[in-house]
């Protein structure tokens, strides 16, 4: 689920787009803000198809093992834990998963030779040959693989990596939450299931939505009014000196202090400054925290900034 961070920051990307166009059309960047919503979805879903991808791989190994014309004991005598693990047949049948995939931007069937080298490479991992050779059975057992291969093998691989970057200029973002998601999603798998339950990308459904929507456009309606409230704290500076990047953090997090009045004023400060440090210069903090440090008293005392709920303002 898309939390309040990384909605921030989903904004905080086409806001920059938007602010670094000549002459940009807000509607088409707002369209563009969701489509990043909608391709988190299909990130979320591809991850999962990778497990897909590595038991239809096993699959086939084994058949051609026994197609061979001099086929070895061990091809006639495969060892199918792999194949036979539960989560990886709840995932290979699920019917909402394959609805997913079929309409996905990504598909990995696209990239045979990359499937083959991670199918590979998984093969030699030390969690897949404990657990093809040992004798623990059950779902939980079956689970548990899983978990570790897609923690310490597939999310972390290189290649899946480049891949996903590659596909998307948000995606970069996005691949620890979707993980974490598909993690959650694995964990959430009874042995009684027939289907996949997809996690809602909305944390509280229609409000994180109206959220990110009314974050977007009320940064954009204030603008030029934020931006003359911070010229007068900017003495020092040229507006056009001050980094976009800076800019735009600051206008989200003065529009949001006036237009979320059950957002604490805390909250809403050091969310900006964290991402300030992240996605600005080294000394964006600093000087962020110093204007909002400046703006936002002033503007809870002439009444700009209201708050619902003790404990919302300090």
């Known amino acids: ?33 969701f489509d990043s919503v909608d391709r988190f979805r299909e990130l979320y879903i591809s991850l999962m198809g990778v497990l897909v991808e590595m038991h239809r791989l096993a699959i086939e190994k084994i058949e051609m093992g026994m197609q061979k014309r001099l086929p070895s004991h061990e091809d006639l005598h495969p060892n199918t834990r792999f194949v036979t693990n539960e989560i990886l047949r709840i ?18 069937t696209e990239n045979p030779e990359m499937l083959k080298k991670l199918f590979k490479e998984m093969q030699e991992t030390e969690d897949y040959k404990d657990y093809m050779e040992s004798q623990d059975r059950g779902f939980d057992v079956d689970k548990e693989l899983i978990l570790r291969l897609f923690k310490k093998f597939v999310i972390n691989h290189e290649d899946i990596q480049e891949y996903m970057e590659d596909q998307g200029i948000f995606w970069n973002d996005d691949l620890d939450l979707a993980a974490s998601m598909v993690l959650r999603t694995i964990k959430s798998i ?10 809602p990308l909305w944390k509280d459904g229609d409000d994180e939505e109206a959220y990110c929507r009314d974050l977007f456009r009320k940064t954009l309606a204030m603008g030029s009014d934020m931006e003359k409230e911070i010229s007068q704290y900017t003495k020092n500076w040229e507006l056009e000196r001050i980094a976009v990047m800076d800019m735009v953090i600051l206008k989200m997090a003065l529009a949001e202090s006036v237009i979320f009045d ?53």
Not at 11 to 19: D, E, R, S, T, W
Not at 190 to 195: F, M, S, Y
């Open 1 to 33: 689920m898309l939390n309040r961070r990384h909605i921030r920051i989903k904004v905080l990307q086409i806001l920059f787009a938007y602010y670094n166009e000549e002459k940009p059309d807000a509607a088409r960047y707002e369209k563009m803000l």
């Open 91 to 108: 995932l290979a049948h699920s019917k909402s998963l394959a609805g997913g995939m079929k309409y996905n931007h990504l598909q990995w």
């Open 190 to 199: 009874k042995a009684t299931d027939e289907d996949v339950h997809f996690l």
């Open 262 to 314: 059950n957002i604490p004023v805390k909250v809403t400060m050091n969310e900006y400054i964290e991402l300030a440090k992240y996605y600005s210069t080294p000394k964006s903090a600093q000087f962020v925290n110093g204007i909002l440090d400046q703006i936002i008293p002033k503007w809870v005392k002439e009444g700009k900034i209201k708050k619902i709920g003790r404990g919302l303002i300090e």
